[in-house]
């Protein structure tokens, strides 16, 4: 396979099965890419180019790491771009918005500082009026609070600038009630029966330590796993709520344990 600097990682991944685990020593920064949820979210996104700028790297050092799988550098230095999803087209309402109908808000200190968005994030659906777009400034696609908001009739946009900024626009074109972003977080009355009923047959995770949205992408990477029968048992810091509203659509049930400030139990199975 020829690549070049614009070739995509799903490209390389698609083509040779072991282009993972080589594209993964040539960073630490590229260990995420083993979760699935991240890799289908990163890899049809990111060409070697942005990738070497993420992992500190040259595209040199991709290129040299490949070619024992049989990848070739295009010697005209010039190549189509590998086909991946396309950058879908702005929509009317990002173009015609005036300045002082956009609300931004800058999530990535939060983040890095190991704080939850979610209660600002909430207070800002709240106020927002009808015209106006919420632009939230993020590293990542924040996927659950997409597909949560669209479910309330709100339209979003996601504009990737580049591998670590992305800007998700919601607008509320009609004047709606605001969407609950709360879930049904009361569900600790019978965990010790439901943990009596799982004993032996538990999978026991800890994300306190991950970062945004780490969390969340390992606990559901787990799931797609979990034998009938068996229960997740996780150590979380917080209430996942945009996780909660994804358990649901995917037809999970769970329970809550809030122990203390900064850990929380959850307990995740099959719905029946």
């Known amino acids: 396979m020829l690549i070049n600097e614009q070739t995509k990682i799903a490209a390389l991944l698609k083509h040779h099965p072991d282009a993972l685990e080589t594209i993964v020593s040539l960073s630490p920064d590229f260990k995420k890419l083993r979760n699935p949820l991240l890799r289908k979210l990163m890899a049809a996104r990111t060409s070697i180019s942005m990738a070497a700028k993420v992992g500190g790297v040259k595209p040199e050092d ?91 009739g709100y339209q979003a946009y996601v504009n990737q600038i580049n591998n670590n900024l992305v800007e998700t626009w919601f607008y509320k074109s009609s004047d709606s009630p605001a969407p609950a972003l709360e879930a049904d977080t009361k569900t600790a009355g019978d965990w010790d029966e439901v943990m009596q009923h799982f004993v032996g047959n538990l999978q026991e995770i800890d994300v306190r330590h991950l970062e945004m949205p780490m969390p969340m992408m390992t606990i559901l990477e787990k799931l797609e796993t979990l034998p009938s029968g068996q229960a997740l ?39 029946a």
């Open 62 to 152: 991709f290129f040299k790491a490949l070619a024992p799988l049989g990848f070739e550098v295009d010697s005209r230095g010039v190549l189509p771009k590998e086909p991946g999803p396309q950058k879908s087209e702005m929509p009317g309402f990002v173009k015609s918005l005036p300045p002082d109908k956009i609300i931004p808000f800058d999530v990535r200190a939060l983040l890095a500082g190991g704080n939850d968005p979610l209660r600002q994030i909430q207070q800002k659906v709240k106020e927002l009026k009808q015209g106006e777009a919420l632009k939230i400034i993020n590293t990542f696609e924040p996927v659950p609070l997409i597909k949560l908001l669209e479910k309330q």
């Open 233 to 271: 048992y996780v150590h979380h810091k917080r209430i996942p709520v945009f996780l909660l509203t994804e358990l649901k659509d995917r037809h999970f049930e769970y329970r809550i344990k809030e122990v203390q400030e900064g850990e929380v139990y959850l307990l995740i199975f099959k719905a």
